[in-house]
């Protein structure tokens, strides 16, 4: 019998897990598991008991079921444990980005069943000046929009929720002039976007081709939108975005396992939906095949 570690967030999204808790266990422990349960009160439980659990030894299985804040959570405690414990994933957030790009079904049952029966996987996962992010740390536009929307906006309109808050942000867009080295080449600008990511889609608006993505090649994709000078600049930065088209000049697209910023001052990050007050220098390192996913 497998023994699995279930850890619950119960405000995720439109507080879904607290209805779903008792069909989920039953589907697991359908599925020949012998289920313990952690319930999250606050923000670091999920990494505590993902933590503790993968030292421990005792589990098969760690699953979570929250939104791609607990995943976040989840996954760096058990990269600190060691990595060795697969993990599954039951995404009951606003917008889950992340099991959107892994293929990771939204419905409950589908997603309980894939969590115990999925195939593993090894995944990357990012270091920023030592903190865990999963598939995004971003900064500037639509950055603050995972961590500002309130959560009863997001608890009753979703990924609406995202794309409204999203419009709000951009009309106060402030460029930012930093210096970055990605694999050998270096960029200096003034960007009023910037992304190191290992998925298709950022908050639903912003979306790269699966076909750039791989997430365990050892490589993170680094994302820059240059400052527009003009309305004209704007509606073209808006087109390639929409279009997922970043070839023009308004836009840097690369990919590496470790970068380096330097930054006129210090800013607030997205890592993963949470909210990451960065420095002025910061250095971003991937961890290679880190982590196992049942996908």
């Not at 209805?19 to 319930?39: A, F, H, K, R």
């Not at 990269?79 to 293929?103: C, E, H, R, W």
């Not at 600008?189 to 090649?217: H, M």
Request: aromatic share 8%; glycine share 10%.
């Amino acid at each position: 019998m497998k023994k699995v570690l279930l850890i619950i967030n119960p405000h995720s999204g439109k507080s879904k897990n607290k209805s779903m808790l008792y069909d989920i266990i039953d589907i697991i422990s359908g599925e020949g598991c012998l289920v313990t349960t952690q319930i999250t009160h606050k923000i670091g439980d999920a990494s505590k008991f993902a933590g503790e659990a993968g030292l421990s030894g005792e589990y098969d299985i760690i699953i979570c079921s929250g939104g791609d804040g607990t995943l976040n959570e989840t996954i760096s405690g058990v990269a600190s444990s060691g990595g060795k414990v697969p993990i599954g994933y039951i995404p009951t957030g606003s917008t889950n980005d992340f099991a959107k790009s892994l293929g990771i079904p939204s419905d409950a049952r589908e997603a309980s069943l894939r969590a115990v029966n999925g195939k593993e996987q090894y995944i990357d996962i990012g270091l920023i000046n030592g903190a865990h992010f999963n598939y995004v740390a971003s900064f500037g536009a639509f950055t603050s929009v995972s961590y500002s929307a309130p959560q009863s906006l997001k608890n009753m309109l979703g990924h609406m929720a995202y794309v409204l808050t999203g419009i709000k942000d951009m009309a106060r867009i402030k460029a930012t002039h930093l210096k970055i080295e990605c694999n050998g080449e270096v960029f200096e600008d003034d960007y009023i976007f910037g992304a190191v990511t290992n998925t298709t889609s950022l908050g639903g608006i912003v979306k790269i081709d699966d076909a750039l993505v791989e997430f365990n090649d050892g490589l993170f994709e680094l994302c820059l939108v240059r400052k527009p000078k003009n309305p004209v600049d704007i509606t073209k930065i808006a087109k390639g975005v929409l279009s997922s088209d970043y070839s023009s000049d308004y836009f840097v697209f690369r990919k590496g396992n470790k970068m380096h910023f330097e930054l006129d001052e210090k800013l607030t990050w997205s890592l993963d939906g949470e909210k990451y007050d960065g420095d002025k220098v910061l250095d971003v390192e991937v961890i290679e095949s880190a982590v196992k996913l049942k996908l």
